[in-house]
């Protein structure tokens, strides 16, 4: 029965999921490689529990790659797209063009006929846009300039695999087998068209995409909302990137780029968030099915049958694409750290290959004993990425900490700051500010690029990178400075940081941000004498501003909202040693609000009765029927 | 009748505890919108006693006389008010060889105690009179260049009615409107215990 087909798929799919991206998380390898393992685990050269409809799989799940894209866009304003033209034609073009000349030219050299070693060139010039941007996104990389630059090649690949795609049937010649006329590829509208007519087809298709963005989709999405149905706006959602999918793809434009225009077009839209939230689950499922596709598509008898010439074409192609990008990204001014993530990340083959390699074979450009192994090479160097970038950061990023260390220490020790702010966007910003502003040394640890440079245009000292990393702390000084102050934005990483801190340099006075109450408890229980929730002083002003506003004397409201301020810290001191450690979602939903519970339960009962109780009057009242002259007091 | 020229008043208010207040409350109520008086809370506009020193320099120049009114804290003023002349009366403005900007002025203070007026003598439990008792602040303003005049006192505020509250707050109102309209001769008040010990003679000029 189909159907039962289907979900003994879907069950192998899922339970190879479940089990190893937890596992290649806890081991620190990232999402995206624990899906490729899972894939080689049940591929048909491990367990064998899925066989050659692993290829329809992998087909069907690119579409999370669309979705990627659209996700990307919702996130992207289109001023700051505006900002990376220059490298995404620039540095995306010399990339794919320098690389498919290069590698062309090597295929040239081992004897094949130039057309095929051309057609070799464009194809794996091309990167995965997948596993590139999920591996940057979940390392938080994505607005470094290393991943924005990564980001923008990327962007012109997907630009560039529709002429190439135009091109390689141009590039047919007798030595291969001829296949049929257009193999895998779908009938466009733009087919037989003239060039003027395709190209106004084509601008007429993103024109629809922007006009109707901008236009339509807002009433519609008003109009579908109203309904309250929530399952009815997801299926909306769905519906318009499937829709947009479709058309680029009917004129002969890339669906992901496609999607991506609709997204940066929908960034300014209030449905933004709606439409994350409603895409992000399929995207994530799609893109997982994908990687473990790619893991479970890896020919292992093929590798086993020709160990050298598969491993020889691997590090020969990583090592060509990875000379080629470390000098594009050293031209385009990247500095040394960024430019080894830009390089690490875009080393490999990508997905398109896939679809190009096979494309070429039925266009009788390249023969099946040149396309066999070679898709092998494309996915076992998509399979290698996440490892390289993963010996990028804990291997050869360190390196180039301590290099940097070791040129800051030189002038370190007159100007060593006793202070450390590691985060340096809206939080820590105030901090910072009000600390220069009183010639307080600060020494700030940053991961987003352009405000690194912005810092140190106005002459703040400021490194790089992830401040739970212990080498970079180092650089940065806390061997020597007296306080740290976390202003991060992420919880896990606050508490990674603490603990770094505490381990390594117990002599730092700790001052943290707190992301709400379960992440104050964390932090106290990691330890911390003080936590700072980064919503309690603005709510608790907000609330004292209520209570004048509403005729209260301010010193009465004042130290009314002190009070309970002093109150609450005390419950949240309190309540964080009762924590048991609760290890189902269930109970830490019901936990938490016992916990609020609690909190109100203490809230009530005259909070604040006492605070006027040093210029109560009643008892000298009392007593002044009793005796005169009582000494003070009105 | 003297006609002299208007002068402006600023009541520097502090108390704390304002809605627990019997007495102070209704002193203020009775003053607080008059026409050429500034009635200035301190508490109100500093709870956090952070006090802005050159916006109350600012307002002091522009007022003939200041206007203390507090409640009788341990024998002196609530913390805010002694807050503010740390901070406001500086050395070089206030006081010092060119610390002008108060010279001239005049100083009252009102005040409430909870004891009962025969308490403040040599005799009483507070041992001191209200003279006595208030020299800091006198001194305070003579070294500001200053004219300080008899204290308005509500004695024994635990035990007066509402009514008697009431007059209370009529004759702080006649003083402020006197000390405004140029009505209280500093001639006459002096060797008054308290200003308000017989407010018509005083006024009736």
């Known amino acids: 029965m189909y159907g039962e087909g289907f979900f003994y798929q879907a069950l192998i799919y899922l339970a190879a999921a479940v089990v190893s991206v937890p596992i290649a998380k806890r081991l620190g390898l990232g999402s995206v490689l624990g899906y490729l393992l899972a894939g080689v685990a049940i591929g048909p050269f491990a367990l064998g529990l899925v066989g050659d409809e692993g290829q329809d799989v992998l087909h069907f799940a690119e579409f999370g790659v669309v979705m990627m894209l659209f996700l990307i866009g919702l996130e992207l304003q289109p001023s700051l797209l505006w900002r990376l033209r220059s490298s995404i034609l620039g540095l995306g073009g010399l990339q794919v063009g320098v690389s498919a000349v290069v590698i062309a030219g090597i295929a040239l050299g081992t004897g094949l006929d130039w057309r095929s070693a051309l057609a070799i060139g464009l194809v794996f010039s091309l990167s995965s846009t997948a596993i590139v941007l999920q591996t940057l996104q979940e390392k938080g990389l994505m607005k470094t300039s290393g991943g924005r630059s990564a980001f923008s090649v990327l962007l012109f690949q997907d630009l560039a695999v529709i002429p190439i795609l135009a091109m390689l049937p141009l590039l047919a010649h ?132 020709q160990p050298v010439l598969i491993v020889g074409l691997v590090v020969a192609l990583i090592t060509v694409k990875f000379i080629i990008l470390v000098i594009l990204g050293r031209v385009f001014g990247l500095a040394h750290d960024q430019n080894l993530l830009f390089s690490f990340a875009l080393a490999q083959a990508g997905e398109f290959a896939f679809v190009l390699l096979s494309f070429a074979t039925q266009q009788g450009v390249l023969s099946l004993e040149i396309t066999t192994p070679l898709v092998a090479v494309v996915a076992l160097t998509m399979a290698l990425t996440p490892l390289l970038m993963l010996i990028n950061e804990k291997f050869v990023q360190p390196r180039f900490g301590t290099r940097e260390k070791a040129v800051r220490e030189a002038d370190a ?40 440079d912005l810092l140190r245009k106005f002459g703040h000292k400021v490194f790089y990178g992830d401040a739970s ?129 609690r909190v109100l339960a203490t809230d009530s009962g005259g909070l604040g009765s006492d605070v006027d109780a040093a210029w109560d009057t009643e008892g000298l009242q009392r007593e002044a029927g009793e005796e005169p002259g009582s000494p003070s007091k009105e | ?140 303003a003579r070294l500001c260049g200053m004219k300080y005049l008899p204290p308005f006192v509500v004695h024994g505020t635990f035990r007066l009615s509402e009514g008697e509250i009431e007059g209370h707050a009529k004759d702080y109102r006649r003083l402020i409107e006197g000390l405004r309209d140029g009505r209280v001769p500093a001639a006459k008040t002096a060797g008054l215990t308290r200003i308000n010990s017989d407010l018509d003679a005083l006024l009736e000029a």
């Not at chain 1, 450390?420 to 987003?448: C, M, P, Q, S, W």
């Not at chain 1, 702390?473 to 505490?502: C, H, K, M, N, Q």
Request: hydrophobic share 45%.
């Open chain 1, 174 to 305: 007798a030595g291969a087998a001829h296949g049929s006329g257009h193999g895998g590829h779908s009938t466009t509208w733009v087919e037989g068209l003239p060039g003027w007519a395709a190209t106004l087809v084509v601008a007429g298709a993103v024109a629809a995409i922007v006009v109707g963005g901008r236009l339509l989709v807002r009433p519609a999405f008003r109009f579908i909302a109203k309904a309250r149905v929530p399952e009815i706006f997801t299926a909306a959602a769905l519906l318009l990137v499937i829709g947009i999918a479709l058309l680029m793809t009917r004129v002969g434009l890339s669906p992901a780029l496609g999607t991506f225009l609709a997204g940066v077009v929908l960034a300014t839209s209030e449905y933004r968030h709606e439409l994350e939230g409603d895409i992000e689950p399929f995207k994530g499922l799609l893109l997982g099915l994908f990687f473990i596709s790619v893991g479970a598509s890896i020919d292992f008898a093929q590798i086993v049958g």
């Open chain 2, 1 to 140: 009748m003297e006609a002299e020229a208007r002068s402006d008043v600023l009541i520097l208010f502090a108390h704390p505890a304002i809605r627990s207040s019997r007495v102070n409350r209704q002193l203020a109520g009775a003053v607080r919108d008059l026409e050429g008086v500034t009635f200035h809370d301190l508490y109100e506009a500093y709870p956090d006693l952070d006090i802005d020193v050159r916006r109350e320099q600012d307002l002091l120049p522009r007022h003939d006389v200041v206007v203390f009114q507090h409640p009788f804290f341990w024998y002196s003023t609530p913390a805010i008010l002694k807050e503010w002349q740390d901070l406001v009366l500086e050395h070089g403005w206030a006081y010092g060889h060119d610390g002008r900007a108060l010279e001239g002025k005049t100083l009252v203070s009102a005040i409430s105690t909870g004891g009962v007026e025969e308490a403040y003598c040599a005799q009483g439990s507070n041992r001191f009179s209200m003279r006595q008792l208030l020299a800091p602040i006198e001194q305070t």
């Open chain 1, 413 to 452: 020790i007159d100007e060593a700051n006793p202070v450390i702010i590691a985060g340096y966007g809206r939080f820590g910003t105030i901090i910072g500010r009000l600390l220069r502003a009183n010639d307080v040394g600060a020494t700030v640890l940053e991961i987003d690029s352009d405000q690194v």
């Open chain 1, 469 to 597: 990393r212990l080498d970079l702390l180092r650089a940065a000084g806390a061997d020597s400075a007296r306080v740290l102050v976390i202003a991060l934005d992420d919880p896990e990483r606050i508490l990674e940081l603490v603990e770094t801190a505490r381990k390594h340099f117990p002599h730092l006075q700790v001052l943290s941000r707190a992301i709400g109450r379960t992440h104050a408890y964390e932090l106290i229980e990691a330890g911390l004498d003080t936590v700072y929730r980064e919503t309690l002083d603005s709510s608790l002003r907000i609330g004292f501003d209520v209570m004048r506003e509403l005729g209260m004397p301010a010193f009465e409201a004042l130290r009314r909202t002190r009070r309970f301020r002093v109150h609450d810290e005390r419950a949240l001191r309190e309540l964080s040693g009762k924590r048991e450690d609760h290890k189902t979602f269930i109970h830490l939903v019901r936990q938490q609000s016992e916990e609020l519970e």
